[in-house]
């Protein structure tokens, strides 16, 4: 394997610009034909929760705030445990929730959850979303014997798909081929050790050219 100069590398890529160019140009025809005939449209909806736990009715105290920052993490985990996403696949009507994509998620320095579902229906996306909130809420009452996490917004059927996200997958494809077409050809130019020039006789062999034999045409 051979160092390139800066000269090699361009010149490797305009002697092969036919292969650099279609490589992308088919990854990005591939993946555009998949996104936007292929894949079916998908949809996100989001609940929101919010956690605190308050010593009395009547005051929120610091210690109720730092409590409440600790029970995010537990309820987080909680969201996501068996008993909730069973329960709430039984209250909307599933065997279970595989054809659902399901995140729970905290907003970064608060004490709000949010639980983001994904799937091929719009209403029945939001009804999941929602069914794991309440869900949610009866596993802590019952399990802690607390009431402190309240649903701030219900989730409502989205007017417009969320994935898949065709022209941010199409451009990708279009970058990740040309990277690899260009990245092909310079390794075949450094694999290439054939001595063609003059110059390749110095680089390679370290010897100095003595002479050189003129190409002759027919003319």
Do not use: H
């Amino acid at each position: 394997m051979r160092d390139l100069t800066l000269r090699d590398i361009f010149k490797a890529v305009l002697d092969r610009i036919v292969f650099v160019a279609v490589v992308p140009a088919v990854a990005v025809a591939v993946t555009a034909f998949v996104c936007w005939n292929v894949l079916p449209p998908t949809y996100t909806a989001t609940t929101t929760m919010y956690v605190l736990n308050r010593a009395s009715d009547e005051t929120i105290s610091y210690t109720d705030v730092n409590t409440s920052t600790l029970l995010v993490n537990d309820y987080q985990a909680l969201a996501s445990s068996n008993r909730v996403v069973d329960g709430a696949a039984q209250l909307v009507g599933l065997e279970d929730l595989k054809d659902y994509k399901v995140s729970v998620s905290l907003q970064s320095s608060t004490r709000l959850i949010s639980v983001d579902v994904e799937g091929l229906d719009p209403a029945m996306t939001a009804n999941v979303a929602n069914a794991i909130a309440f869900n949610l809420s009866e596993c802590i009452l019952d399990v802690m014997k607390v009431e402190n996490i309240s649903i701030i917004d219900t989730a409502v059927p989205p007017d417009s798909p969320s994935g898949p996200q065709s022209l941010r997958n199409t451009a990708l494809a279009g970058v990740i081929g040309l990277v690899a077409s260009v990245g092909l050809v310079l390794l075949i130019e450094a694999m290439n050790t054939k001595i063609r020039t003059a110059d390749d006789v110095q680089e390679f062999l370290k010897l100095p050219v003595l002479s050189q034999i003129p190409k002759f045409t027919d003319d």
